[in-house]
Structure formats: structure tokens, C-alpha cells
């Protein structure tokens, strides 16, 4: 079942600041995380995936950090603009899963104001 | 332009009615997914599909049906059976194996009236 979760519902950060979302996961056994954003009204749409054997990958202006020791998963967003504004979510499939399906945490909803 | 099509954006049921929510891709991916989102909540999985003529239940099965008779298309039935259909409803489709990377469409938004 859905082992994946938030520390946090809300973020509200200033314009130019880094943005750190969070997540904890109680599954141990899986092969790859994901980050998916989420504007008002719309799908999601991935942002970064990281496998389980890395702590850091890095994308544009985002870095995906898994920490295993502790389960947990986080997404930093540099220089957060306004069209960061979103619902994140972070997303597992389980080690071994040849069907793709991903299984879904409640999400962080980010603001930035100005 | 390559991507995935759900209609309609918005549906409104009357109790007792079966409604069906339309989901195309033109990405020829194998994979094909539906989710339900409530307000605050992350997606769970009503059914999935990774190849024409055959699906599989999600988390949350109940009170819904799918077909998969043609690779481009994963239609889903709200059925009468459904206790408590109004939701945001989200369709993606993915590459097999490994789907790390869906693409989702814009939802239908479904209200029972």
C-alpha cells in the first residue's frame, strides 16, 4: 500500500528564496522516488526522479537529496518564482515493480508571494 | 503536438447514473493509468493497463470500469455502484517497464447533483 507521506501540508517562501520540501517514507524496498508538481486545475507533471542507489541528483534549478539512513526525501527549489506556485508530490515505485505504478504522498503545497 | 486528452473538464451525475470519462494518448505509450484525487489528498490508483485488452484493479477499484481496446484510448465508467464519486479524476499514460516519468492529463472534475 501507500507507504509515501509529508512533513509538511504548506510552504510559504519569498520570492528568490530556495524553496525545501519534504518527505518521509516508510518503504524501504523501492527502486526510484519521484517529484511531481502540480499547478491549480491541472495534472501533474514530473520534475526529477532519483534512484535508490543515489543521495543526489540535480536538474534545473532543483536538487533531489535521499537520505536512506533516515527515509527521507527532499526537493530543493533555487531562486523560487512565482510560477513555482504549485501542489508537490512525492512518488515511489516499489524495488522490482515491472508495471510502473507509482504510489503517491499527499503533497506540499508551496506559495510564493513577493 | 504529442500528448494526453481527457474530456470533458467538468461532469455533473445525477445519482444512480453511470458516466463514462473519456482518456486519449498519442505518445504510443504501452501504459495507461487512472487516478482519483479528493481536495487534499494525494492521487491513489483506480485501475492501470500495460497493454491493449488488459487492466488490472488499483487501490480503489470499486464502483469503477475500464476497457483498453485500443492503445490510444483507457476510458473509465463511474458506475451507479461508486458511494462517493465526486473527485478530481486523472488519467496518464507511461512507458514500460519503468514509468518514472508519467504524463497526465488535465483531469475531468466529476459532481454528482
Known amino acids: 500500500g501507500e507507504s509515501v507521506g509529508l512533513h509538511l501540508p504548506t510552504l510559504s517562501v519569498q520570492e528568490g528564496d530556495n524553496s525545501i520540501i519534504n518527505c518521509a517514507y516508510s518503504n524501504s524496498a523501492s527502486d526510484y522516488f519521484i517529484w511531481y508538481k502540480q499547478e491549480s486545475g491541472k495534472g501533474p507533471q514530473f520534475i526529477i526522479d532519483?534512484?535508490?542507489?543515489?543521495d543526489k541528483r540535480q536538474g534545473q534549478r532543483v536538487t533531489v537529496l535521499l537520505n536512506k539512513t533516515v527515509k527521507h526525501l527532499s526537493l530543493q527549489i533555487a531562486a523560487t518564482q512565482p510560477g513555482d506556485s504549485a501542489v508537490y508530490f512525492c512518488a515511489e515505485i516499489p524495488r522490482g515493480s515491472t508495471l510502473g505504478r507509482l504510489y503517491f504522498g499527499r503533497g506540499t503545497q508551496l506559495t510564493v508571494w513577493p | 503536438d504529442g500528448g494526453i486528452t481527457q474530456s470533458p473538464k467538468y461532469l455533473f451525475r445525477k445519482e444512480g447514473q453511470n458516466v463514462t470519462l473519456s482518456c486519449e494518448q498519442n505518445l504510443n505509450h504501452d501504459a495507461m493509468y487512472w487516478y482519483r484525487q479528493d481536495p487534499g489528498q494525494g492521487l491513489r490508483l483506480i485501475y492501470y493497463s500495460q497493454i491493449v485488452n488488459d487492466f488490472q484493479k488499483g487501490d480503489i477499484a470499486e464502483g469503477y470500469s475500464v476497457s483498453r481496446e485500443k492503445k490510444e484510448s483507457f476510458p473509465l465508467t463511474v458506475t451507479s455502484a461508486q458511494k462517493n464519486p465526486t473527485a478530481f479524476y486523472l488519467c496518464?499514460?507511461?512507458?514500460?517497464?519503468?514509468?518514472?516519468?508519467?504524463?497526465f492529463g488535465q483531469g475531468t472534475r466529476l459532481t454528482v447533483v
Open positions: 532519483i534512484r535508490s542507489n543515489m
Open positions: 496518464a499514460s507511461g512507458r514500460t517497464p519503468l514509468n518514472t516519468e508519467a504524463f
